[in-house]
């Protein structure tokens, strides 16, 4: 009786440490933000939503850029349309992938 009592506990055990785990790794999900570059260095790029919101993220080592002939962080200029993927848990806010994307057009201009 005592060994299946063990097993039991133990099996809940490894069953609740699993559900503690499962959300941190929910957590490091990649993000996304999309918006033009407003100031880039050789460290860091500013990318403006252009809704009011101004992020900064840093280059890592392996920081990749891709997207309208593009292939290095030194090719990235201010004005460029970016979509930045990024860890909601890394703070500072690190920048694992840059994909250079089209234009959007001003909405101003629509009206």
């Given amino acids: 009786m005592r060994k299946v009592a063990t097993a039991i506990f133990l099996m809940l055990f490894v069953v609740s440490a699993g559900v503690l785990v499962a959300p941190g790794e929910a957590a490091a999900q990649f993000r996304q933000f999309k918006?033009?570059?407003?100031?880039?260095n050789?460290?860091?790029v500013i990318v403006d939503n252009r809704k009011g919101d101004k992020v900064k993220f840093n280059k890592v080592d392996d920081?990749?850029?891709?997207g309208e002939g593009k292939t290095a962080w030194e090719e990235l200029k201010?004005?460029?349309w970016v979509m930045v993927?990024?860890?909601f848990i890394d703070k500072p806010r690190k920048a694992y992938k840059?994909?250079?994307i089209p234009p959007e057009p001003d909405k101003a201009?629509?009206?």
Wanted: aromatic share 4%; hydrophobic share 30%; net charge negative.
């Fill in 63 to 66: 920081t990749a850029v891709e």
């Fill in 35 to 40: 918006g033009r570059i407003d100031k880039i």
């Fill in 78 to 80: 201010k004005g460029d």
């Fill in 109 to 111: 201009e629509d009206m």
């Fill in 42 to 44: 050789d460290k860091q």
């Fill in 98 to 100: 840059v994909q250079v």
């Fill in 85 to 87: 993927d990024w860890k």
